[in-house]
């Protein structure tokens, strides 16, 4: 889940929560549960038993878990199976294993403006 070559400079574990914005060096892993949003990073990582209210932002994000808010990610996105994001994504590259859940639009640089996002809703079968 975290790829080669993934710097992770800080956890947060299952059964922490944390309340504010995050601004962290590197890589962050969240497996707990945050309210709030956070500044750029090198990536983002969402664990499986993960939960986010806020917005992410950063080169490389990665959800594994619950994300409520906007994921921005100027690099790369992806969803694994477990992911659910209800809120926009907007990356230049995105990667959605089957049975990830997104409700929102995906956007990306490259798209013209008139064709740029579109609304998704995926369900498991």
Known sequence: MFGLGSRIDTVLGQGAEFRGNISVEGGIVVDGKVEGTSAPTERITVGAHGSVKGNLHAPEIVVGGKVQGQV??????????????????????????????????????????????????????
Do not use: N
């Not at 990610?73 to 992911?83: I, K, Y």
């Not at 089957?98 to 639009?105: D, F, N």
């Open 72 to 125: 921005t990610a100027t690099s790369r996105a992806e969803m694994l199976a477990t992911a659910q994001v209800d809120g926009d994504v907007r990356t230049p590259r995105l990667v959605m294993t089957e049975g990830a859940l997104l409700s929102g639009k995906v956007g990306t640089e490259a798209a013209p403006a008139a064709a740029e996002a579109a609304d998704y809703k995926f369900a498991r079968k």
